[in-house]
């Protein structure tokens, strides 16, 4: 393999192991909610043009991958049972740069909050931060409880978010509050069927499969409704 094949075999893996269609879909999320909920009254270019935002956002990225680096690390062994295909993708940079990658992330993350916004929100960040970190290497992920924790982890950006936008974010935030509430439940029920879809066999799996993509469109289009409501 030549040397720009590894480079790009490298960032595909990287990619892959932080999760970046998570990242890209919170930070949609979080746009959507700002423009349209809990800044109404301002003009869009206004609000993209906040630093405070930009923070929360850059802060929540750094966050989230960090934990999903942490998450494939530790998982690495039972993930080759799950999804091999993807693991193996992931596998070399995973155990090499793995812990050490989430580790800037973290560092990244508390220094975007604590140098850019109130203290408040960077004791909440914090917090997030550190059970994120928690999550990743502990049994949470495997009892019962797991798909509740890791839904809620998901939520949890866009609570900081309308809580340092307060008292402009109430109105906006009460009204999309009862979708909010069954997009959790739907996540909730996705991250379940996940988990129980990897206990079957490989060759079994479609009709899981098949509803995970549609779980993920009609949590899409709950997002495009509530920034629309």
Not at 108 to 132: D, K, R, V
Request: charged share 15%; hydrophobic share 55%; glycine share 4%.
């Amino acid at each position: 393999m030549g040397k720009s094949n590894k480079i790009l075999f490298r960032l595909v893996a990287f990619l892959s192991l932080i999760r970046w269609t998570h990242i890209l879909f919170i930070f949609a999320a979080q746009a959507m909610a700002q423009v349209f909920l809990f800044s109404p009254e301002q003009s869009t270019f206004y609000i993209l043009s906040q630093a405070d935002f930009w923070a929360i956002s850059f802060t929540t990225a750094f966050l989230v991958a960090g934990g999903s680096l942490l998450n494939s690390f530790y998982d690495l062994e039972k993930d080759i049972t799950q999804r091999p295909f993807r693991t193996i993708l992931e596998r070399p940079v995973a155990r090499k740069y793995g812990v050490r990658l989430a580790v800037w992330f973290y560092v990244f993350a508390m220094s975007t909050t604590w140098l850019n916004l109130e203290m408040i929100i960077s004791i909440l960040f914090s917090i997030y931060g550190m059970l994120l970190w928690l999550y990743s290497h502990k049994s949470w992920n495997t009892n019962v409880l797991g798909p509740l924790i890791a839904t809620l982890f998901a939520y949890t950006p866009l609570l900081i978010l309308a809580f340092a936008s307060f008292p402009e974010a109430k109105e906006g935030f009460l009204r999309s509050l009862p979708m909010a509430i069954a997009m959790i439940f739907l996540e909730w029920k996705r991250q379940t069927e996940r988990i129980k879809m990897y206990k079957i066999a490989h060759d079994k799996r479609k009709s899981s499969i098949q509803r995970q993509w549609i779980y993920k469109a009609i949590l899409v289009t709950g997002v495009i409704c509530i920034a629309i409501i």
